[in-house]
């Protein structure tokens, strides 16, 4: 069902609420030609009704003759900033970016955070936005699993399937998203609501078995049988199965680029209101997939690129996979079993280490 203007006025009330959005705060709506018109009119209303002074910063899209997909994620690094000084200077000047155009994963968009600039990334449906309108809450879930994160050396991960993958970690911090941007130089998405970092370069080990069910993105389909990936050094090197293994590995070498096997982010889903189903819902184009990132217990691990959290690696595939029913320990402790998250027993969660 569409959701009304007054809802989505409601919803950017709240989340800009959240965000510390103060009187006379500059804002600068970053739009696109795929940029919503309830989202940008809604956000508009929103944030003037706040007292904001506020911007609209319109760019051409890029990449589209590169791109295989329509997705925004279809293709990371270059942007419609790259090279852009007078749009550069615009967001660096402004308190606070909605970026409703998709800024991820490109140099730009650090160079724009560093200067204390807010940019909260929403692109999704209004009414998946609507549905999940970020929560203190969120944060403080989403706050104690990156704590959890921050101070482990490995994470182990297994599956009925037979997934077994350690990744020596450390080297990257623990990323949260949780759907606001409440501090100085702070990036997020809405929606969201999980826990990321990254392994040590060039350590992560073992297999990976996706299982019928789990999910491609941004091929956005639930996986019919079985892909059993092989992890050496932190590099996927060989992905066998059926259909959907010939479907990824095609997609994945149309990029040329050994730098897309590489391990990227990994962790997992901390948000109740989204849910794995709804990808099958949608039409393809009409969404990036948020639920399918952010549902409960879900261990999402990716393919591609580490600029985001400072890394050197910088490749235009990049391909995030949610997961069902898998388990993930960290240093020997199962925070999530099974796909159910474990954070509201912690006394409960402790076992010996491995
Ligand atoms: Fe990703």
Redesign the pocket.
């Known amino acids: 069902m569409p959701v009304s203007d007054a809802e989505m006025i409601q919803a950017w009330t709240e989340v800009l609420t959240l965000s510390r959005l103060k009187r006379d705060d500059v804002v600068t709506i970053l739009t696109s030609q795929n940029t919503h018109p309830q989202t940008l009119s809604t956000a508009l209303i929103a944030a003037s009704s706040l007292g904001a002074r506020v911007n609209r910063l319109d760019l051409p899209p890029v990449n589209g003759e590169k791109a295989h997909s329509r997705d925004s994620?279809a293709y990371l690094g270059i942007t419609p900033l790259t090279g852009n000084r007078a749009a550069i200077a615009a967001l660096k000047e402004s308190d606070l970016v909605l970026d409703l155009m998709t800024l991820?994963?490109s140099p730009e968009q650090h160079e724009i955070l560093k200067t204390g600039t807010k940019i909260l990334l929403a692109v999704e449906p209004p009414e998946v936005l609507a549905r999940m309108v970020p929560t203190p809450e969120d944060k403080a879930r989403v706050a104690r699993a990156a704590a959890l994160l921050e101070q482990a050396r490995e994470m182990h991960v297994t599956s009925p399937a037979g997934t077994d993958l350690r990744c020596p970690l450390g080297q990257y911090p623990a990323v949260q998203e949780y759907g606001f941007v409440d501090e100085p130089g702070r990036w997020d998405h809405w929606p969201s609501g999980f826990i990321?970092t990254w392994p040590n370069e060039g350590q992560a080990q073992g297999r990976i078995v996706l299982d019928r069910g789990d999910i491609l993105?941004p091929m956005k389909s639930y996986l019919a049988a079985p892909v059993e990936m092989t992890v050496e050094n932190g590099y996927v090197t060989a992905i066998e199965g059926r259909l959907d293994a010939d479907l990824l590995k095609d997609y994945m070498a149309a990029f040329d680029d050994p730098e897309a096997y590489a391990l990227?982010?990994i962790g997992w889903g901390l948000q109740k209101r989204a849910r794995w189903s709804t990808l099958g819902l949608y039409d393809r184009e009409a969404t990036i997939g948020m639920d399918a990132?952010a549902f409960e217990g879900n261990f999402?691990w990716?393919l591609?690129p580490n600029n985001e959290v400072g890394g050197d690696r910088v490749t235009a595939c990049?391909?995030?996979i949610p997961m069902r029913h898998c388990t993930i320990r960290l240093d020997g402790a199962d925070v999530v079993r099974d796909g159910v998250v474990l954070d509201t027993l912690p006394m409960l969660q402790q076992e010996p280490a491995e």
Do not use: V, Y
Request: charged share 15%; no cysteine.
């Open positions: 994620l991820l994963f990321l993105l990227s982010h990132r999402l990716s591609g990049h391909i995030d």
